[in-house]
């Protein structure tokens, strides 16, 4: 078994959640918020509702899925980029940005139509959560399909812990970060086969099955992750070489690679949170 790597870790048993914890299906997946703040039921209710309000709106303009969302309209060339919401011109500049970062292999045209999904999820919930600190709720877990992002604490004195699902048996995870203020992204092959593509051959990208991004921004962090699979074992050294974040990495054909500062905790630690 590669270093890193446990054969079917079960998840941890956690503790009840105190503070609200909530979870909705939105953009085709689930996202939950889980608010640890000593703030009246009734604002805590509110502070989630918001969040899931939010998701819906995105969910309605970046939709690859809805006919009417404006990345739809806008790749099929019924809407001009001038004529589009300043979040999704902001998400296209930033993509753009990415796009020289990486070489060009994060490219939201890389499966031959208009698709930022590979960075809208952890934008969507890394905003969410900015949303949640300005409003007051500064101990938050915010999950949108395990693209997750915590502040703050769970409890006085104890940090957030966040499993990874193992790469092969989804019942169970090989990893456990851990951490206060974490952005913590996974991308790869495990639950939806190989959808990421490689921009420079147009073929699926299939040999590193799992890659995990941590550090400070999510949207960075999940598109970082995408990045990952997209290169193939050329992205070990070039997710190995990024500022400000560590990794953790599953190749198909079982090697475990993880950045010696990786912030993890023991596999048997509680889970305050199981969002």
Known sequence: MPDGLRPNSPLPNGLRPSGLLRHEEIMGTMIAVHLTDP?????????????????????RRFSTYKPDSEVCR???????LADCSQDLRTVLDACADLWQETDGYFDVYATGRLDPSGYVKGWAAEIASARLTE??????FVNAGGDIRTRGAPAPGQRWHVPIRHPWHGDGAYLMVAGN?????????YERGPHVVNPRD??????LRSVTVVGPDLARADAY??????MGLDGLDWLAKLAGYQVAVVTEDGRGFIS????????????????
């Open 260 to 275: 010696p500062d990786l912030p993890q905790a023991p596999m048997d630690a509680v889970v305050p949170a199981q969002a």
């Open 202 to 207: 147009g073929t699926p990208a299939a040999v």
């Open 135 to 140: 409003a007051g709720s500064v101990n938050h």
């Open 39 to 59: 703030l009246p039921p009734g604002r805590l209710a509110q502070l989630a509702e918001d969040v899931f309000d939010w998701m819906r709106e995105v969910d």
């Open 181 to 189: 203020d974490l952005a913590v992204a996974t991308s790869g092959t």
């Open 225 to 230: 992750a995408t990045t990952g699979v997209a």
């Open 74 to 80: 806008l790749d099929r060339g019924e809407l001009r």
